[in-house]
């Protein structure tokens, strides 16, 4: 295997997925550049006046240093010595520490200035005495001949130790700032958000507020007329869906009544059946176009125990089997007529694939109350459990209606419980068997 077999990947950096974190990320990243890039400028900017000042202050120093080192007899020089001390150099009575010649430019550049601040008096001999941190020395001889060595250990800018806190806060500062921005640019878009995820075009909800930046109002103005827009077209099925359903049932009645006076055979039977089916279909189709309107008024509270013991009850007097209820003391705010059909349909639908049906309910961890159906039929393929919710889907392809019904009543359910404000979930259950799940509003 080669090299470039063997050469791993580059992770790839990928953008956060939510725009305010893009945006917080860009925002931020571009005010903290420009923060460095300041503080980077303002740091050279002193570093290179700091620097001129030492080397001013060393051309000015050396030369007085030095003559009243001379002018001192030579048993109190060690006493003014460290009086002579600055930060970034000292003066030694002793000869240079072993070492090579000088390596940096500024070793040498300081070295010509103390050279040129001496006039040339001095025959100077300078050693590189370490690299990292940089330090070298000079040595000249006095008059007397004692040796005499500036040594040299230039140094970074010094920081205050409470600059360390201030660019820490400065930072949140930034942070702080940047949040802030994104939040109120953001905050127009993420509540049009939420009217659009609440938006019920079959309802006559509110009309979005138009105010905000231009963007957003202008948004919002073309989210209202396309909600009348649909709300239009939902009112025009519903008035299309009953003028149909009216006029099939008067055909449909005579149709019966024809047949029913036709001699009694199998004949007559199949055509009853046919018109009995063709009968049922227009009264889903007109329940499945008015599903969507009947959530209607102020919801009320709502013995969710009582509701359910009623439902089984009905059923139970029905010889239907189904089972199960609601633990005691569980109340909902909720509209009692369509949450009875959204519960029935479900019922109806696990008692024709599986012949029983079991109701459960209680509160999930958000505290919002939800109502199961569930049964041990056949169940659902993995891959359908979402197509089946959709009008006219039957996962038989036989128009049968003890098989494959008229593929509205999961249909009817969902648009019901979505006029309750809560939502309805298929899964498939251990051992076999489908589980239905409304979920509603808390």
């Given at each position: 295997?080669?090299?470039?077999?063997?050469?791993?990947?580059?992770?790839?950096?990928?953008?956060?997925?939510?725009?305010?974190?893009?945006?917080?990320?860009?925002?931020?990243?571009?005010?903290?550049?420009?923060?460095?890039?300041?503080?980077?400028?303002?740091?050279?900017?002193?570093?290179?006046?700091?620097?001129?000042?030492?080397?001013?202050?060393?051309?000015?120093?050396?030369?007085?240093?030095?003559?009243?080192?001379?002018?001192l007899?030579?048993d109190?020089?060690?006493?003014?010595?460290?009086?002579l001390?600055?930060?970034?150099?000292?003066?030694?009575?002793?000869?240079?520490?072993?070492?090579?010649?000088?390596e940096?430019?500024?070793?040498?550049?300081?070295?010509?200035?103390?050279?040129?601040?001496?006039?040339?008096?001095?025959?100077?001999?300078?050693?590189?005495?370490?690299?990292?941190?940089?330090?070298?020395?000079?040595?000249?001889?006095?008059?007397?001949?004692?040796?005499?060595?500036?040594?040299?250990?230039?140094?970074?800018?010094?920081?205050?130790?409470?600059?360390?806190?201030?660019?820490?806060?400065?930072?949140?500062?930034?942070?702080?700032?940047?949040?802030?921005?994104?939040?109120?640019?953001?905050?127009?878009?993420?509540?049009?958000?939420?009217?659009?995820?609440?938006?019920?075009?079959?309802?006559?909800?509110?009309?979005?507020?138009?105010?905000?930046?231009?963007?957003?109002?202008?948004?919002?103005?073309?989210?209202n007329?396309?909600?009348?827009?649909?709300?239009?077209?939902?009112?025009?099925?519903?008035?299309?869906?009953?003028?149909i359903?009216?006029?099939l049932?008067?055909?449909?009645?005579?149709?019966?009544?024809?047949?029913?006076?036709?001699?009694?055979d199998?004949?007559?039977?199949?055509?009853?059946?046919?018109?009995?089916?063709?009968?049922?279909?227009?009264?889903?189709?007109?329940?499945?176009?008015?599903?969507?309107?009947?959530?209607?008024?102020?919801?009320?509270?709502?013995?969710?125990?009582?509701?359910?013991?009623?439902?089984?009850?009905?059923?139970?007097?029905?010889?239907?089997?189904?089972?199960?209820?609601?633990?005691?003391?569980?109340?909902?705010?909720?509209?009692?007529?369509?949450?009875?059909?959204?519960?029935?349909?479900?019922?109806?639908?696990?008692?024709?694939?599986?012949?029983?049906?079991?109701?459960?309910?209680?509160?999930?961890?958000?505290?919002?109350?939800?109502?199961?159906?569930?049964?041990?039929?056949?169940?659902?393929?993995?891959?359908?459990?979402?197509?089946?919710?959709?009008?006219?889907?039957?996962?038989?392809?036989?128009?049968?209606?003890?098989?494959?019904?008229?593929?509205?009543?999961?249909?009817?359910?969902?648009?019901?419980?979505?006029?309750?404000?809560?939502?309805?979930?298929?899964?498939?259950?251990?051992?076999?068997?489908?589980?239905?799940?409304?979920?509603?509003?808390?």
């Open positions: 295997m080669n090299a470039t077999a063997r050469r791993l990947p580059w992770p790839r950096l990928s953008w956060p997925r939510t725009l305010s974190a893009r945006l917080l990320l860009l925002l931020l990243g571009g005010l903290t550049l420009a923060h460095a890039l300041s503080f980077g400028l303002l740091f050279f900017e002193r570093y290179q006046a700091t620097r001129s000042m030492m080397l001013r202050n060393l051309d000015e120093d050396v030369a007085v240093s030095v003559a009243l080192l001379e002018h007899p030579a109190q020089r060690e006493a003014w010595v460290p009086r001390e600055r930060r970034t150099y000292r003066y030694l009575l002793r000869p240079a520490a072993a070492g090579p010649a000088l940096t430019e500024r070793a040498r550049q300081v070295t010509a200035i103390i050279d040129d601040s001496l006039e040339h008096r001095y025959p100077l001999q300078a050693r590189q005495v370490a690299r990292l941190p940089e330090r070298f020395e000079v040595e000249l001889r006095l008059h007397d001949g004692t040796p005499l060595t500036i040594e040299v250990t230039p140094s970074g800018l010094p920081l205050a130790r409470w600059l360390p806190a201030v660019l820490l806060a400065q930072l949140a500062l930034l942070l702080l700032c940047a949040w802030l921005a994104v939040r109120l640019a953001l905050r127009p878009l993420q509540q049009l958000s939420h009217a659009v995820e609440h938006l019920q075009p079959g309802k006559d909800a509110p009309m979005l507020a138009e105010d905000g930046p231009a963007e957003v109002g202008t948004a919002a103005a073309a989210l007329a396309l909600q009348a827009r649909i709300r239009g077209h939902v009112s025009e099925r519903l008035q299309i869906l009953a003028a359903s009216h006029d049932q008067t055909p449909i009645t005579r149709m019966k009544l024809r047949v029913e006076t036709l001699p009694e199998a004949t007559q039977q199949r055509l009853l059946d046919d018109l009995d089916h063709l009968g049922q279909l227009v009264r889903e189709g007109v329940a499945y176009a008015r599903s969507s309107h009947v959530a209607s008024g102020a919801p009320v509270a709502m013995d969710l125990g009582a509701f359910l013991a009623s439902v089984v009850g009905d059923y139970e007097d029905m010889g239907k089997p189904v089972s199960g209820g609601a633990p005691s003391g569980l109340t909902v705010q909720t509209w009692p007529q369509p949450l009875r059909r959204v519960v029935g349909n479900l019922v109806d639908n696990a008692l024709r694939y599986a012949g029983s049906a079991e109701i459960d309910a209680g509160r999930d961890a958000a505290g919002k109350p939800w109502i199961s159906v569930s049964d041990r039929g056949p169940g659902i393929p993995e891959d359908q459990l979402q197509a089946v919710l959709a009008p006219f889907h039957r996962l038989e392809s036989s128009r049968n209606r003890d098989t494959g019904g008229t593929g509205l009543g999961l249909a009817i359910a969902v648009q019901l419980a979505q006029s309750l404000g809560g939502s309805l979930q298929l899964r498939n259950r251990e051992g076999g068997g489908l589980q239905a799940v409304l979920q509603l509003p808390g």
